[in-house]
């Protein structure tokens, strides 16, 4: 069974950086999705199993970078904005940008950026 935790969410103002985690009970591709209320799961950055392929949404390419050491992935959030506000999920085993693809998931960690 594979177990993804994530962390370091919370709330912050704009302009703001954050730094959220996700643990992995194994080496996996991985993604970083996220949800505002009343809105669609959307994808945000992914990762493959080792760190050398990366691909981004166009709403945070240059101000997220995602990483990884080894089972544990990183998305550093920088210059954060309202917008940024949602619920994001740690997500594990697939490829690509559609949450369709990915049969592990987080149980999620919350970001809010104040205006």
């Known amino acids: 069974q594979v177990q993804l935790v994530e962390s370091g969410g919370g709330l912050v103002q704009t302009g703001g950086s954050l730094r959220l985690s996700c643990a992995a009970s194994g080496r996996y591709s991985m993604a970083w999705f996220r949800q505002a209320p009343g809105k669609e799961r959307v994808f945000v950055s992914f990762?493959?199993?080792?760190?050398?392929n990366k691909n981004y949404a166009d709403a945070v390419k240059g101000r997220f970078t995602i990483s990884r050491d080894n089972a544990k992935v990183y998305l550093q959030m920088n210059s954060l904005k309202p917008e940024d506000t949602a619920l994001y999920y740690c997500?594990?085993?697939?490829?690509?940008?559609?949450?369709?693809?990915?049969?592990?998931w987080g149980q999620g960690t919350q970001v809010t950026v104040s205006s």
């Open positions: 990762i493959g199993w080792l760190g050398e």
């Open positions: 997500a594990a085993g697939g490829l690509g940008t559609a949450s369709a693809n990915y049969p592990y």
